[in-house]
């Protein structure tokens, strides 16, 4: 068997300085270093977390921000060497389907292949199949449902959904030499997977998967090498540029370099710091790469024992519970949010009316009517 690379990168948005780079055609954002490990790459993948579209059109009713971005910023991805983009996330539909549309345009005219994400849920569930180093390679791409899940009869993203991913891992696993699954999804801030997901990617294995890999906290995570197939669980932000994110956990990241040779799949983890003082990315080098892997090494020994694991994840939901609960109380705005977060305010649900919204969310009959009835007056 031939020796085959796959790289696959978390999330790029070209955002704020990126965007204006892009927009005046210039060619820097990605430092040579990174250039390097793209060209080496039989087959790159970066995650496209944003729509194609105008931000004078008003996007889709949801929670949170609407990213754009533009042709130009597809065409950047395909100068760079990228052949392939996930598009199961959470902005894909920002702005509902012309979004979906001119994004899926812009890459077929680019020549760049996508996975997770089309004009309706059966093409945004469609496994990627290629054929890379004379081997098949099966993709697998869903998000956590969100805003942007593709539905009957709009366009959108896949939705991540544990049986339908064992099925479509075992049918791929028919034809394909590796499958591959690629989830966005996870807490946003926490360097940690829930046990939750833990449990999940594992069971992907189980079920097939060669590999597992996720994005979306905008923070890197660790791995693990489970049954002898790696889960990452975490990339962290590619490219992805904000105002108010400098010198933190938002600015670095890794690329993995999957390689597959005859005596099993190997893997490379590529760090890099990205949109901090410049907007670029470039290379970790020296000690800052060092210290970058022991922080990784450290992590992932944490994700290794179940009970270190489930005392991280205690301890995030006590600095979340009351933030979280917010929209379920008359503290509505985000300066009620900030004091409500750090136990300034009185919490005003009853216990009675706490217990029917508990019953609601945790029970899955409840909560397939209760989204439901709050999708239909969404979009009223």
């Avoid at 954002?29 to 970066?46: K, L, N």
């Avoid at 990228?82 to 020549?111: I, M, P, W």
């Avoid at 390679?137 to 896949?158: K, L, P, T, Y």
């Avoid at 670095?252 to 597959?260: H, N, Q, S, T």
């Amino acid at each position: 068997m031939t020796e085959m690379k796959i790289l696959i990168t978390g999330d790029f948005c070209p955002q704020d300085r990126v965007a204006a780079l892009l927009d005046n055609n210039e060619k820097g954002v990605f430092g040579t270093g990174v250039m390097q490990c793209i060209a080496a790459a039989d087959y790159a993948i970066t995650n496209f977390e944003c729509a194609v579209a105008d931000a004078s059109v008003p996007g889709i009713p949801k929670c949170g921000p609407h990213l754009h971005g533009s042709d130009k910023a597809v065409h950047y991805l395909k100068e760079c060497g990228f052949d392939s983009v996930t598009l199961a996330n959470n902005h894909f539909r920002d702005y509902g389907d012309e979004g979906v549309r001119r994004t899926l345009t812009a890459l077929k005219e680019n020549g760049i292949d996508y996975m997770g994400g089309g004009e309706t849920i059966d093409e945004a569930c469609k496994t990627l199949h290629k054929t890379i180093g004379g081997q098949e390679v099966a993709f697998i791409n869903v998000c956590e449902n969100e805003f942007s899940i593709a539905s009957g009869g709009r366009g959108g993203s896949a939705p991540l959904d544990v049986i339908d991913v064992c099925h479509r891992i075992k049918e791929a696993k028919e034809t394909a030499r590796y499958v591959i699954v690629i989830v966005h999804g996870g807490h946003e801030h926490f360097q940690y997977p829930s046990p939750r997901m833990k449990k999940w990617y594992r069971f992907f294995v189980e079920s097939g998967a060669d590999v597992v890999v996720n994005h979306h906290q905008h923070c890197y995570s660790g791995y693990e090498v489970y049954q002898g197939k790696p889960i990452f669980y975490g990339l962290g932000n590619f490219c992805f540029d904000h105002p108010k994110k400098r010198g933190g956990i938002w600015n670095e990241g890794y690329m993995v370099v999957l390689d597959f040779t005859e005596t099993g799949t190997g893997y490379e983890l590529i760090p890099y710091r990205q949109c901090d003082e410049t907007p670029t990315v470039e290379l970790m080098e020296g000690p800052a790469k060092r210290s970058f892997e022991q922080m990784v090494k450290s992590i992932s020994d944490t994700i290794a024992e179940d009970r270190l694991l489930e005392e991280k994840f205690s301890d995030f939901l006590k600095k979340k519970a009351d933030k979280m609960l917010c929209p379920f109380t008359p503290y509505m705005n985000e300066y009620a949010r900030v004091a409500a977060g750090r136990h300034y305010l009185p919490f005003l649900i009853p216990k009675k009316k706490m217990a029917q919204m508990m019953d609601f969310v945790f029970c899955e009959s409840h909560r397939d009517v209760l989204v439901e009835s709050l999708q239909r007056h969404l979009e009223k």
